[in-house]
């Protein structure tokens, strides 16, 4: 459960929860100007609140910071992309995935990491987290391409929405680019196994998880060049390795820390 936190990681995050609730819950009455102020500084505090909490003594990571890191990069391809795409409207969604996040991380710090056993255990662990934000952008815009083909079947699309092929097509694009994240994370997981774990490669729950969501995703994208997978098939396969990734890493370090209480 919580710890000791430092006042300015206490402060940035209850304000950066705070800013997405409020966004959440009264983007249609703020008004769009309003709406992007505040979500941009919401934005902005989460991000210093990862920052300090990364540069924190001791260091710690767990389920929880796992979550929040997540969140604020699909966060930040969100941001990226309604500058491109004004038409993509699903601020008030990330808004309450981030407050949860955020509120998820004071209360569940993770574990303590003193010391690194390799230099390249950051970049390890940096390239896990990536494919973990690009899929998560990929599953988020598979859930607004289910939204927008339901509005278009039952004649309630909404003017501007942006085109359902548009949608699927940048889905595809986050599934190839967290693919290739997650390779670089297998292969550096294999090439440092004896650097960063002293006793080489080892199946544990974790590399399984991972190995299983890579021939998943594998599979997806060449079921999509070969024979045109999209829709509803396409993104259940990108449920299941989406929720492979979870399970190789979030759930399990969530069972640890929350229910086990352990390191």
């Known amino acids: 459960m919580i710890l000791t936190t430092s006042p300015l990681l206490l402060a940035c995050s209850l304000a950066a929860a705070v800013g997405y609730l409020v966004v959440a819950l009264g983007h249609r009455a703020l008004g769009t100007r309003t709406t992007q102020a505040i979500w941009m500084l919401t934005w902005a505090l989460h991000g210093a609140s990862l920052l300090i909490y990364w540069m924190e003594s001791p260091g710690r990571f767990g389920f929880a910071s796992a979550i929040s890191v997540t969140t604020w990069l699909v966060s930040t391809i969100y941001g990226i992309e309604t500058q491109l795409q004004p038409k993509l409207r699903a601020r008030w969604t990330l808004a309450t995935l981030g407050a949860a996040a955020v509120i998820l991380n004071l209360l569940y710090p ?3 990491h003193p010391r690194l056993p390799s230099v390249w255990l950051p970049l390890h662990w940096a390239l896990g987290i990536a494919s973990y934000g690009l899929i998560g952008a990929a599953v988020f815009h598979a859930l607004l391409l289910r939204r927008a083909d339901e509005a278009m079947r039952h004649a309630h699309a909404e003017d501007g929405q942006m085109p359902v092929l548009a949608l699927e097509r940048l889905m595809f694009q986050f599934v190839a680019a967290g ?3 997650l390779s670089a994370t297998l292969v550096a997981g294999v090439g440092f196994a004896e650097v960063l774990y002293g006793n080489g490669w080892r199946w544990d729950h974790k590399t399984v998880f991972s190995v299983l969501a890579w021939i998943s995703l594998a599979t997806l994208l060449t079921a999509r060049w070969r024979l ?3 829709g509803k098939r396409a993104a259940r396969l990108l449920y299941v390795s989406a ?4 399970m ?5 370090r969530f069972v640890l820390e929350a229910l086990l209480h352990r390191g």
């Open 243 to 246: 929720g492979l990734l979870v």
């Open 228 to 230: 045109g997978w999209r």
């Open 179 to 181: 693919f290739l994240f």
């Open 110 to 112: 993770g574990s303590v």
């Open 248 to 252: 190789g890493y979030v759930v399990t």
